[in-house]
C-alpha cells in the first residue's frame, strides 16, 4: 500500500496506474487540472480494467483536453453569489462556509480540480473571521453548509474552531458538512475529530459516494464511529457516463449506503465543468433511471434527482413527472411506478357495487 496521496503523474506512473507512455500528455492534463488521489483509493481500483469505476474516476486522461462550448470554469456561479471570501450566499436562508478547496482527492468530474492552486487553499484566521461575521450579521441564514475542497481535512482543533463559532449563533439552526473523506481517507475520522464535531445546533455530515466500491472496510468503520457519534448521515452522488450509468449499480449503492445508516439525499446531474462531457448523461437518461429506481427499489433507497442550474441560479429537481392534467377541472391522469395510468379522483363506484 503506498504511504501518501499521489499528486503528481509521475507518481502514478510509479505505482503503475498509468502506462508510461502517456505519462508526457498526463503531465500536461495535471497541468490544468489537480492530480491526487489516496492510498486507499488507491489499494480499491484495477488500472488494467478500463471500465474500473474507482480508475475512472480519480486517474487523468486525455478526454479532459476536450471542452465543449458550454462548459465553464464556475459551472454553478460561487464566484457571483460570493460576497465575502469563502461565503456563497445563494439562497435567502442557508450559505456555503468555504474554510479551504483542499481535497483528499481530485475528482475528475469536478470543476474544483481547476480551482486549487498554491495560493488561497484555505482561509486565513483574519479571512475566516470576516466569513463568520457575515454569518452572524445576516439573521435570515438559519443553515451553514461547510464546503470546499473538503472542510474534514481541517485539523480537529481547526474544525472545533468553526463549530463552537457556529454554535454560538443563536439564528442558525442547522450545519451541514458535505465531505469525501470517510470513504477516501477513513483514518481521518478520529475521537478529536469527533468530539471537534460536538455541538448542540443539529449537525448532519452528507458523504460524497458514487459507486459501491468504494466502500473499503476501513471507510465502512469510519461512517460507523460518525452514526455511533449520534451524528445523522446523508449521501450526495453525481451520476456519471462509465461508473454508475444503471439502474444495477445505483440499486446496490444506494442500498449499501441504507444498511450504513446513510440516506440517499441527492443524485445530481452532471455540471459543467471543462473537460468533462465524457462524463455525462443526458437528463432523459437520469430520469429514466429514476423511474427505474421508483418501481423497484424502497423508498429509503431514492435521492432527489437534481441539476444544478449554470450562472448561480441555483438547484432544482428534475426527476420525472407522473402527473398530468386530466379531462375536466380537478381531473388528473397519474402514472404509477410500473408505466400504467389512472385518472385521479376515480371514478365514482357504480350504486350497489
Known amino acids: 500500500m503506498t504511504a501518501r496521496r499521489l499528486t503528481r503523474v509521475a507518481d502514478l506512473v510509479s505505482q503503475g496506474l498509468v502506462e508510461p507512455e502517456k505519462e508526457a500528455a498526463l503531465a500536461r492534463v495535471a ?123 481541517l485539523s480537529p482543533r481547526r474544525m472545533g474552531r468553526i463549530v463552537q463559532s457556529l454554535d454560538k449563533i443563536d439564528h442558525l439552526g442547522a450545519i451541514r458538512i458535505h465531505s469525501r473523506v470517510p470513504v477516501v481517507d477513513p483514518g481521518r475520522i478520529t475521537p478529536g475529530l469527533l468530539k471537534a464535531l460536538d455541538t448542540g445546533k443539529a449537525l448532519f455530515v452528507v458523504l460524497h459516494a458514487n459507486h459501491p466500491q468504494e466502500f473499503s472496510e476501513g471507510a465502512r468503520q469510519a461512517i460507523g464511529r460518525l452514526v455511533s457519534a449520534g451524528i445523522p448521515l446523508l449521501s450526495q452522488t453525481v451520476l456519471l457516463r462509465g461508473v454508475n450509468d444503471d439502474a444495477e449499480t445505483l440499486t446496490a449503492l444506494f442500498r449499501r449506503l441504507v444498511e450504513m445508516r446513510v440516506k440517499p439525499y441527492y443524485l445530481h446531474h452532471g455540471d459543467l465543468a471543462r473537460g468533462t462531457s465524457h462524463f455525462r448523461t443526458g437528463i432523459e437518461e437520469g430520469q429514466g433511471l429514476m423511474r427505474a429506481l421508483r418501481g423497484a427499489v ?56
Open 298 to 353: 424502497s423508498g429509503l433507497c431514492q435521492p432527489t434527482y437534481v441539476l444544478d442550474l449554470p450562472g448561480g441560479h441555483g438547484k432544482v429537481p428534475i426527476g420525472p413527472n407522473y402527473l398530468a392534467r386530466g379531462k375536466g377541472p380537478g381531473k388528473w391522469r397519474v402514472e404509477d411506478p410500473f408505466g400504467a395510468t389512472h385518472d385521479y379522483p376515480p371514478a365514482a363506484p357504480e350504486k350497489g357495487g
Open 31 to 153: 497541468e490544468r487540472f489537480s492530480v491526487a488521489i489516496t492510498p486507499q483509493m488507491v489499494d480499491l481500483l484495477d488500472p488494467a480494467d478500463p471500465d474500473d469505476p474507482i480508475a475512472r474516476q480519480f486517474l487523468p486522461t486525455e478526454a479532459e483536453f476536450v471542452t465543449t462550448p458550454e462548459e465553464r470554469g464556475d459551472p454553478i456561479g460561487d464566484d457571483r453569489c460570493s460576497p465575502v471570501k469563502g461565503i456563497v450566499h445563494r439562497y435567502p436562508d442557508r450559505v456555503l462556509l468555504k474554510p479551504t478547496h483542499l481535497c483528499p482527492v481530485y475528482c475528475r468530474f469536478c470543476f474544483r480540480r481547476e480551482q486549487v492552486g498554491p495560493e488561497g487553499q484555505t482561509l486565513t484566521e483574519s479571512e475566516l473571521e470576516a466569513a463568520l461575521s457575515y454569518i452572524r450579521s445576516h439573521p435570515e441564514i438559519w443553515e451553514v453548509i461547510l464546503s470546499g475542497g473538503d472542510p474534514l481535512l
